[in-house]
């Protein structure tokens, strides 16, 4: 697995509920689906060449 930084992040709670909503809808992890989110807004943006992460994103992996 690739090498992970953990950083404190703070939320507000509805905008937290609806991010396990949607992770749950597509059978992601709520960090997995703050990742997805994430790398999709950056690739939108034009701002990050990231390296494409492993399938355990992809809905329906397993990942949990």
């Known amino acids: 697995m690739a090498d992970r930084k953990a950083f404190l992040l703070r939320v507000d709670p509805a905008l937290l509920d609806a991010l396990q909503r949607w992770a ?4 992601r992890s709520l960090n997995g689906q703050i990742e997805f989110v994430l790398r999709e ?8 060449r990231l390296p494409v992460p492993p399938d ?6 397993g990942s949990r």
Do not use: Y
């Open 24 to 27: 749950n809808d597509d059978l």
């Open 41 to 48: 807004a950056l690739k939108r943006a034009g701002r990050a």
């Open 56 to 61: 355990d994103t992809a809905p329906g992996s």
